[in-house]
């Protein structure tokens, strides 16, 4: 069975190619343009591993997404990835603190190094 990846990333494009790429990895992906999609896919398709950007459309950004994920004891558990271009050491902290697996900055990673990222965070939840 593949493990069920939910990226929440309002850029199209950007969106695409991480789905290609997870699907040549044999991933099965879900995918949401913004905070308030992505929190129902999360209940309803309940993922291995959430992508996560935190600039989103809407009232609601990455940074609420993912504290509403870690305060839900069901989803609390599932691993969450920021990919994001905040790159500040306070967006860092911030993200980590609320309870972040890891925390990529888009422009200092390719695509092999979030996909291997995945696979890590996936096969240690799996241990």
């Known amino acids: 069975m593949s493990q069920k990846i939910l990226i929440i990333e309002d850029d199209k494009y950007l969106r695409s190619i991480i789905i290609k790429k997870l699907n040549l990895e044999n991933f099965q992906v879900v995918e949401a343009q913004d905070g308030e999609e992505g929190l129902n896919l999360i209940v309803k398709e309940n993922p291995d591993l959430v992508l996560l950007d935190l600039i989103l459309p809407g009232p609601i950004n990455g940074f609420e997404v993912l504290s509403r994920i870690k305060k839900l004891p069901e989803l609390s558990s599932i691993p969450v990835i920021i990919l994001s271009n905040l790159g500040q050491k306070e967006d860092i ?29 996936i096969n240690n939840k799996n241990k």
């Open 93 to 121: 902290d911030k993200g980590l603190s609320l309870g972040a697996s890891d925390y990529l900055v888009k422009a200092y990673f390719t695509l092999e190094e979030i996909v291997d990222k995945v696979k890590k965070i």
